[in-house]
């Protein structure tokens, strides 16, 4: 089984190379200013520009005005837009691009609901909740809240790194996972032993 991977949190154009020559199936470009690793149209233009074809190139926004984010679609080649804050459904079907919708995992039934609400979604990413923090925090959720057999397409996300990703995946039966903060040297700025790590480590389902 292969696990697909995304590598958020992009900031520098030798990262996301990288990053692709390691595996990863799509990379994260951060557009939240409350963000450490939030990037401009122009730092996103740079790192779209020097991926090979077939990398998905998502976008991360956080109760974002739709204004805004018409604009940085008119300028940065995005294939799938990333809704981390309070979006309904409505809101994330307006741009007609596929999305994901990351939810802060709190209890089990913000899991199911999360997937009967956004029916529509392409997944929905499953992460920890920490109090006014959107993402990248570091932090773990309890993956025993995922019900078995979990129905619906979902990517776990929350504190994964190169240690935890492989008993996550046995845990939750997760075909895709989200990392961000598990393979940076700071804020923003990847690693590539890190990442070279965390790949090798989902290489063996």
Not at 8 to 19: F, H, L, M
Not at 78 to 104: M, N, T, V
Request: proline share 4%; glycine share 8%; aromatic share 8%.
């Amino acid at each position: 089984m292969k696990i697909h991977t995304k590598i958020c949190g992009i900031t520098r154009p030798e990262d996301a190379i990288i990053a692709t020559q390691l595996g990863a199936d799509a990379i994260g470009l951060v557009f939240f200013a409350g963000s450490k690793r939030c990037v401009n149209i122009a730092q996103a233009q740079e790192i779209v520009c020097v991926l090979p074809p077939f990398v998905s190139v998502v976008a991360l926004f956080v109760n974002e005005t739709a204004e805004r984010i018409h604009d940085i679609l008119t300028q940065v080649p995005i294939d799938i837009l990333q809704f981390h804050g309070d979006e309904s459904p409505e809101f994330c079907r307006q741009f007609h691009r596929p999305y994901l919708k990351a939810i802060r995992v709190q209890q089990p039934a913000d899991i199911q609901a999360a997937l009967t609400h956004f029916t529509d979604a392409r997944a929905v990413l499953f992460d920890a909740f920490v109090n006014g923090t959107y993402g990248g925090t570091g932090h773990t959720f309890d993956w025993t809240m995922l019900p078995e057999n979990l129905q619906g397409h979902w990517i776990l996300s929350g504190g994964l790194h190169a240690d935890n990703v492989a008993d996550a995946i046995r845990t939750t039966g997760a075909c895709a996972v989200d990392v961000s903060s598990g393979v940076e040297l700071t804020a923003g700025i990847k690693s590539p032993e890190k990442m070279a790590a965390f790949m090798h480590a989902i290489s063996h389902f």
